[in-house]
């Protein structure tokens, strides 16, 4: 619908001008790649204290979290770090 009212080409023109490609060589590396992600995105209200256990393990920890930060990661386990506490990191930067 948007496209409609802008000029020909813009919305694409916008789209790639600001999105920028992570690097996802770190991600090969993380021991999440190897488990699976029922560990990392579990239901609402489960535990996320094997998928906390699984991180604390990973060398790629920083750069998982790093990842998840940049990119306002929402759901999961992200560097050892739960949704309420990256939104409490984000709350925080803000500030």
């Known amino acids: 619908m948007i496209e409609r009212f802008s000029p020909p080409g813009t919305l694409s023109a ?3 001008d600001t999105i920028i490609p992570a690097d996802p060589a770190w991600q090969a590396q993380a021991l ?3 488990t ?3 560990f990392f995105f579990p239901e609402p209200g489960s535990s996320v204290r094997e998928a906390k256990r699984i991180c604390g393990m990973c060398e ?3 750069a998982c979290l790093e990842y ?3 990119n306002d990661e929402r759901f999961g386990v992200w560097g050892g770090l739960s949704e309420k506490e990256r939104l409490a990191i984000r709350r925080l930067e803000i500030r």
Do not use: F, K, W
């Open 36 to 38: 699976g992600a029922d």
């Open 60 to 62: 790629m920890r920083s």
């Open 14 to 16: 916008m789209h790639t």
């Open 32 to 34: 999440c790649a190897q």
């Open 68 to 70: 998840a930060l940049a």
